[in-house]
């Protein structure tokens, strides 16, 4: 093989080519690699960060229901608590309301009876001082007097 100007040529040219690539082309595709490299890379933190956020997210999410849960507990036990009172004073109300209607009603039956008997009293007393007088007044004999006791004593019952 003989060296001759043509290969030297190609020689010189690829050197060139391969200084000019070297110059001028190898530093921005290092530069556009390295800058890829950069954004995959804070890619990938920013994705881990994103998934910590994402857990610890869900952590606080179980933490504020299960607060909400307590919390509603509460407050139905309170409301529950409430209500049985109010069911406890209006049945102690309605006992003593009962108690004193109760109480009213006896008093008044009392004093009816006491009344009924006094009217009692008088309407009889009045029928045997009538009945008396009538036997007095008649001088009947003792056959009237039982007819006479008899008739008072029918228009007492009535």
Known sequence: MDLNATLLGQMIAFGLFVWFCWKF??????TAMEERAKKIEQGLKDSEASAKKIVEAEEESKKMLAKAKSEAKQIMDNAKAQSEKIVDESK????EEKERIVGSAQAEIEKEVVNAKKSLEKDFSSNVMSAVKKIVSKEVASNDYQQTIDKSLNEFRK
Not at 25 to 30: G, I, Q, S
Not at 92 to 95: H, P, Q
């Open 92 to 95: 102690s109300k309605a006992t």
């Open 25 to 30: 082309v190898w530093p921005p595709l290092l």
